[in-house]
């Protein structure tokens, strides 16, 4: 059985072609996790908005290792979700439906009727005995969790949601949803100055490495004008351009921006694990998990503010010397 965490519901229920009765004894399993918090919501490609007095929801479209899920998300009133119903905008050919109460009859568009392609059975009208805690009754900010059968989210541009017990005056709704927002992806980090740390050099016995501009600076080597300074970017460089390294070499990465001075200012690093890093894949996977927690994201203005405020007759430290070296050289 499904059950409700943190005003999370997390259900998988078979969708249904045509014309069907109600359901019985449906097979329901929680999700092989629990998302909790902003930190950990899916990425939604899709997101559909219905908004009426006493009652405004979203349903959002995201893939699970290959499975189209939909978050249904109640952000003002409540409702008890008893079927959804979704297609694509070709509207020709036989409408799939649900019998008795669960149907969607006479729900249209404002340019006309609508042709469902598929259409998913969740629960009975009535709370029942289980009043508030039944699984597929929503209050402001709960959301219920679906597996849709379709093969892509390419597929899915209307969404109906049929629902009882209602914060609407007719206290049910026949509600359908298209023109979805279709969020953009996030733009990548973008950094000035990137140094691949590879240990100690062997004939001055200082620390080693390679530091990459993403514009000129003091001759060091600097990406082609016409890429970004993401750090993938930077990696291939390092990669493919720079003679006489390695990414098995790389014992730590350092991220840069510039103070209006013109000087680099570390915002912060990856260690390679132990061992080093086996390929660029490796390196990209230690990347990804130092931005998804947080290596960005200051609590407060306060500590690049403490970072931008170096001496002004600060200068930068030689490239075969460690960054390390930096810190030194603004106490002195």
Not at 29 to 43: E, T
Request: hydrophobic share 35%.
């Amino acid at each position: 059985m499904a059950e409700k965490w943190h005003n999370f519901v997390v259900v998988t229920i078979p969708a249904h072609r045509g014309s069907i009765g109600y359901f019985e004894n449906q097979e329901k399993s929680c999700l092989n996790r629990l998302r909790l918090g902003d930190d950990l919501m899916p990425d939604y490609l899709k997101v559909f908005t219905y908004e009426l007095d006493g009652l405004s929801y979203t349903v959002s479209l995201f893939e699970d290792n290959g499975t189209i899920m939909a978050d249904i998300t109640v952000l003002e009133g409540a409702m008890d979700v008893n079927a959804i119903y979704f297609g694509d905008d070709d509207y020709s050919g036989e409408s799939a439906s649900l019998d008795g109460p669960l149907n969607m009859n006479g729900a249209r568009l404002e340019d006309g009727d609508i042709q469902w392609d598929m259409a998913q059975a969740l629960s009975d009208p009535g709370l029942g005995p289980d009043a508030a805690d039944k699984e597929t009754y929503l209050s402001a900010g709960d959301t219920l969790t679906l597996e849709l059968d379709a093969e892509s989210i390419d597929d899915i541009d209307v969404v109906g949601i049929r629902a009882t017990s209602t914060t609407t005056d007719e206290g049910s709704i026949k509600a359908v949803s298209d023109d979805p927002e279709e969020p953009e992806d996030p733009e990548e980090p973008t950094f000035e100055k990137v140094y691949f740390g590879t240990g100690t050099n062997e004939e001055t016995g200082l620390p080693d490495g390679v530091a990459i501009f993403g514009e000129p600076f003091e001759g060091n080597p600097v990406l082609p004008e016409d890429q970004e300074p993401t750090f993938e970017n930077y990696l291939a460089y390092f990669e493919n351009e720079i003679e006489g390294y390695d990414i098995t070499d790389i014992v730590d990465i350092r991220f840069y921006t510039l103070h209006e001075e013109g000087y680099p200012v570390e915002l912060f690093r990856i260690e390679a694990p132990e061992g080093g890093f086996a390929d660029a894949d490796e390196v990209l996977e230690a990347y990804d998990a130092a931005i998804e927690a947080g290596a960005l994201d200051l609590e407060s203005g306060e500590e690049l503010m403490a970072a931008l405020s170096l001496p002004e007759d600060f200068e930068e430290a030689p490239l075969v010397e460690d960054p390390d070296v930096e810190d030194d050289l603004e106490m002195a």
